[in-house]
């Protein structure tokens, strides 16, 4: 059973560009999180999905940032016109229906570095 | 808001010796949870433990105890038989029932074992 998978795992983009990261959920997990961890720093929540829903998205800047989680295939966090300041590790997790409110595996991440 | 405080920046190991991690944490619900999570230098979050807050016993897993103590608002984790691979930052993470999928994460221990 494969963990949850992130891609790619390190991306680069230059200011004013848009990055798309992916995220595949366990299979059979059908609730996604997106976290950004900041260099030195803990993890951050920013959206919680779940298929075709997005349930929270409080911890997300009001702009650039959007995700979705399609009815068929992965999850996808967007960022437009990137800033040297969207330099982080951004986690994606996902958890089972059944189990929505203990365990959230973690993916490996995408480290995104904008020059 | 939660807190998670883990006051431990760094900290230095022999092999075969435990290790206690420092974590406190502080909500005003009566039902959480608090996770464990291990960052190698790879980048990946490994779940750890887990510990429910209406939990009678201190969770265990292998190498990894969860010592709970409710009324002081701790949840410190104890690696017994260090090894070299456990060098890594660890998180200590909370949940809690108002925000039921929200992880709200410490800034993190590094934990380096010496042989």
């Not at chain 1, 997005?54 to 009815?71: N, T, V």
């Amino acid at each position: 059973n494969a963990g949850v998978m992130q891609n790619p795992r390190h991306l680069v983009r230059r200011r004013g560009q848009e990055a798309r990261l992916r995220c595949s959920p366990m299979k059979g997990h059908s609730h996604v999180y997106w976290y950004r961890q900041l260099p030195e720093e803990g993890l951050k929540f920013m959206v919680y999905l779940q298929k075709e829903n997005i349930i929270d998205e409080s911890g997300m800047p009001k702009e650039r940032f959007s995700a979705e989680f399609p009815k068929e295939g992965p999850s996808i966090l967007r960022i437009q016109q990137v800033v040297r300041g969207d330099s982080a590790a951004y986690f994606c997790a996902s958890s089972p229906r059944d189990r929505a409110y203990n365990e959230q595996f973690f993916g490996p991440g995408t480290r995104l570095t904008v020059l | 808001a939660q807190k998670i405080t883990q006051t431990q920046p760094g900290m230095f190991v022999q092999e075969k010796e435990a290790v206690t991690l420092d974590c406190t944490y502080d909500t005003s619900d009566p039902s959480y949870g608090l996770f464990w999570y291990k960052q190698p230098s790879s980048g990946e979050m490994i779940f750890l433990i887990y510990q429910g807050s209406y939990d009678q016993q201190n969770a265990t897993e292998g190498r990894y105890s969860l010592n709970f103590q409710k009324a002081r608002k701790s949840a410190n984790l104890v690696i017994s038989a260090s090894q070299l691979g456990d060098s890594a930052m660890y998180f200590c993470a909370m949940r809690d029932d108002s925000n039921d999928y929200k992880l709200s994460f410490g800034a993190g221990t590094t934990v380096t074992v010496r042989a």
